[in-house]
Each structure stands twice: as C-alpha cells, then as structure tokens.
Antibody, heavy 125, light 107 residues
Framework: QVHLEESGPGLVKPSQTLSLTCTVSGGSISSGGYYWSWIRQYPGKGLEWLGYIYYSGTTYYNPSLESRVSISVDTSQNQFSLTLTSVSAADTAVYYC?????????????????WGQGTTVTVSS | DIQMTQSPSTLSASIGDRVTITCRASQSISSWLAWYQQRPGKAPKLLIYKASTLESGVPSRFSGSESGTEFTLTISSLQSEDFATYYC?????????FGQGTKVEIK
C-alpha cells in the first residue's frame, strides 16, 4: 500500500522560499504510471492544484504560479519536492502531495488516489 | 482556467436521505471529472473518476452522472460517515481546477 508523507518547515518568512518534500513508501516513483502532484488548501478550504512531476522529470505547473514554483524528483530517495519562491501571506495553506494516475499516451489522468496527510505552512514574519 | 461551480454550498440532511450535489463546468470537459470527499482534518479521498466510475473500495451508495457540462454526485442513503465536504475536480484542461466544495451537515 503506497503511503505519502510531506515534510518541511511550518513557518516561512515573507519573501523567502518555501521548500517541502514528499516521501513515497510502499511503491517506487520510478515505476511510472503516475504524476506526482502538489495541491494546497487555503484556510477558507478552497483547493488549488500546483503542479506535477513524472518520474522522468517532466513537469507541468499551474500558470498562476509558474514563475515561482518548481517541482523536482529524487528517484534514489523515492521523494519529490516543491519549491515556491517569494512567498507572501497569500501562500499560507495546507500543502498536500498526491499520486495522480496517468492514462497512457495522453496527458490526462484518472484522479488523485493517494494523498499525504498534509502539512500546514504559515507565511509570517 | 475552467471554472467549476458546485451547488449547494451547504446541505443539511438526515441519515438515510438521498443526497445530490451538482457541479457545473464553465466549458466542456468531456467526462474528465472526479469527486472527492474530505472529512475534517483529513486529506481529500477520491470517490469517483471519469464522471461515473467508482473508485475501488468506495461504497456503492455513491454514484456519479453527467449531462453536458453538469455533473452530479448522489449518495443514495446517507450514512453517518458521509457527513463531510465534497469537491469536484476537472482534469480535461490544465490547470486542473476544483469546485468550491459542498458541506453535508447533519439536519
């Protein structure tokens, strides 16, 4: 059974960089078949998809964040990471990593079937 | 971006009730829609994908349907564990976008 767990600082100062890591256990990122994704949930409960990475390193980001966001993968550690630069209070949220099942030969997917428990990030001085 | 509009925002219901939640897309998304359930303090859980396909392990009282750009999640007989917030998500176009959520409360 695949398990995802987010880790990283819970408090980040404005204008600094937010870095989170998602550790995957019970399955290998390198096996393919999944987009490894980041999603955040604002205090008001709205959900925003941030982007994904495939095991090959292919990424896709939400254009609203594209200049600030990057996702990387470390297949040797079975981890993938989120970096968000120049954060502000508007980036305060619960950050989730999730597994999104790909549909072979397309950029489509079948939905995010495994999620981490989420990690709360507050941007404040 | 494709806008997903859910209704109602809040729904009060009793155990055993039939519950229907609607999600409307701002443009065609074919059948590329998922429904998630989120209990307080927990991550979202995938219930249905491709508009009407039940995720493995999800009780059969949950079902999904579509008509054009309008999608429906139905719970045929509400159980105590179903009191939660439900979100739709489209994945036909990037960026993938979510509805604002429907909270199902105890009446």
């Amino acid at each position: 059974q695949v398990h995802l767990e987010e880790s990283g600082p819970g408090l980040v100062k404005p204008s600094q960089t937010l870095s989170l890591t998602c550790t995957v256990s019970g399955g290998s990122i390198s096996s393919g078949g999944y987009y490894w994704s980041w999603i955040r949930q604002y205090p008001g409960k709205g959900l925003e998809w941030l982007g994904y990475i495939y095991y090959s390193g292919t990424t896709y980001y939400n254009p609203s964040l594209e200049s600030r966001v990057s996702i990387s993968v470390d297949t040797s550690q079975n981890q993938f990471s989120l970096t968000l630069t120049s954060v502000s209070a508007a980036d305060t949220a619960v950050y989730y990593c999730a597994r999104d099942r790909t549909i072979a030969g397309t950029t489509l997917s079948y939905g995010m079937d495994v999620w981490g428990q989420g990690t709360t990030v507050t941007v404040s001085s | 971006d494709i806008q997903m509009t859910q209704s109602p925002s809040t729904l009060s219901a009793s155990i055993g009730d039939r519950v229907t939640i609607t999600c409307r897309a701002s443009q065609s998304i074919s059948s590329w829609l998922a429904w998630y359930q989120q209990r307080p303090g927990k991550a979202p859980k995938l219930l249905i994908y491709k508009a009407s396909t039940l995720e493995s392990g999800v009780p059969s009282r949950f079902s999904g349907s579509e008509s054009g750009t309008e999608f429906t999640l139905t719970i045929s007989s509400l159980q105590s564990e179903d009191f939660a917030t439900y979100y739709c998500q489209q994945y036909n176009n990037y960026p993938k976008t979510f509805g604002q959520g429907t909270k199902v409360e105890i009446k």
